[in-house]
């Protein structure tokens, strides 16, 4: 009995595919404009609950990336691009928006002493703003990364 | 009118603006309304004066539609609606209580669009099984939240409602849609705005200790009550979206439709400041 139960554990079988992904990825590029904002949203929105964080850490998830993305697309020009990157571990959501700003010449920069930055530290875990928005060269690159870790309700 | 996509307008749809008196050439229709309060329905110049007055007023029926428009529904169907509104409004008008038309039938046509998200908006669109499935979310949300101390996930909805994961992803899904913050928004605007006046004092004190206290103030001061309340709440007051909702008297996912929409204006009035 013990041993049929053992096999048939689910618990088991997800433990051996966790270690062969631990980390699921996704993508979005799409154009900087106000355009795509929903669709991002409803992304990040999915993405959470399919994770399984608690409804109050999906919606602060989801309105975090809003205002980062949000950021982004003020100090965006016409036909610059947004990237939006997810990465889901066990522990945490992982969400890096990138304005690629190479292309420019007068190249934008972002504040942190806003209120919207306030709005985003206080509904993500952590909140980095990674600004090479000066080098040289095409890399050159606004992005702010948000981590939002798993609360108690466990994995 | 051409077809509509997702449009974004970066607009406060909570906002009704008032049109602007004597602007906008209306006043020369004042003599055809006291003609027209003078004709039969059945006479010719009753209908020809009646179509008259309607086909001038068209722009203000479609102004007040296109306020709507963010909601979701299409332009067609609003303007359609903001029409029979302005219908309504000529018919029911009496120039001689000394109302210019334009005060009475503004707020005509927004109510009759009003009503027709009230009536047809979330229930014409969404099945039957998802309106369900929205009701059981939300009082198993509230449950379990009681019980956890904490926002529940998917998963423990599912097992709570004994329902299959991806039926608990959809029915979210729907439930965090536009159509049903438009409900929620026209169905109870007003409650806990009472609580909300109780928690604001509390926390003016917080407040001013912020160094966004200078341009912020003045933004949250234009807010409506419950949606500063709730602002304060999660941003000064450092409460969960579960905390606040329990406070003000709304459902979480209410709280995060206002805070959702609540930033949006915000960061808007912020960027154009």
Avoid at chain 2, 57 to 86: K, W, Y
Avoid at chain 2, 178 to 204: E, H, N, P
Avoid at chain 2, 221 to 249: D, H, K, S, V
Wanted: charge should be negative.
């Amino acid at each position: 009995m013990d041993h049929t139960r053992r096999h048939a554990n689910p618990e088991g079988v997800q433990t051996v595919h966790r270690r062969q992904q631990p980390r699921h990825q996704l993508e979005l590029r799409v154009d900087a404009e106000p355009f795509w904002m929903s669709g991002i949203r409803a992304l990040t929105t999915d993405l959470a609950i399919r994770a399984d964080f608690d409804l109050d850490s999906v919606a602060d998830l989801t309105l975090a990336v809003d205002e980062a993305c949000a950021m982004l697309i003020d100090v965006a020009e016409a036909g610059d691009t947004l990237a939006c990157r997810f990465s889901v571990t066990v522990d945490e959501i992982m969400v890096t928006a990138t304005l690629p700003v190479g292309r420019r010449v007068d190249r934008p920069s972002l504040a942190t002493n806003t209120f919207g930055w306030r709005v985003m530290v206080t509904l993500a875990d952590d909140v980095d703003l990674i600004d090479s928005s000066e080098d040289v060269g095409r890399d050159a690159a606004l992005a702010i990364r948000l981590t939002k870790r798993r609360g108690p309700a466990g994995g | 009118m051409a077809a509509t996509g997702p449009i974004v307008v970066p607009e406060d749809d909570a906002a009704c603006e008032e049109l602007p008196q004597g602007q906008h050439g209306y006043e020369r229709f004042a003599p055809l309304f006291i003609e027209l309060a003078g004709c039969d329905a059945d006479e010719p110049r009753w209908q020809h004066l009646r179509n008259l007055i309607v086909e001038a007023h068209l722009p203000i029926a479609h102004h007040i539609a296109r306020r709507f428009v963010r909601r979701g529904e299409p332009l067609a169907d609003l303007e359609q609606v903001a029409t029979v509104g302005l219908i309504n409004a000529v018919d029911r008008y009496e120039p001689d209580r000394g109302v210019d038309f334009l005060s009475f039938a503004v707020p005509t046509i927004t109510g009759e669009v009003r009503r027709y998200f009230r009536d047809h908006g979330w229930a014409m669109r969404v099945p039957r099984r998802l309106k369900e499935l929205h009701v059981a979310l939300g009082g198993a949300v509230s449950e379990l939240s009681q019980r956890l101390g904490r926002a529940p996930t998917a998963r423990e909805l599912a097992a709570h409602l004994d329902i299959p994961f991806e039926d608990v992803v959809e029915g979210l899904a729907a439930s965090n849609a536009y159509r049903s913050r438009s409900l929620d928004s026209m169905m109870d605007d007003g409650t806990g705005s009472q609580q909300a006046a109780g928690v604001l004092g509390q926390l003016d004190a917080e407040l001013e200790q912020t160094e966004h206290r200078e341009a912020l103030a003045p933004l949250l001061a234009e807010l409506r009550e419950r949606e500063r309340a709730i602002i304060i709440l999660r941003f000064f007051g450092n409460l969960t979206q579960t905390q606040i909702a329990e406070r003000i008297g709304i459902s979480q996912m209410h709280v995060s439709r206002l805070l959702s929409h609540t930033l949006g204006v915000l960061r808007a009035k912020l960027s154009a400041g």
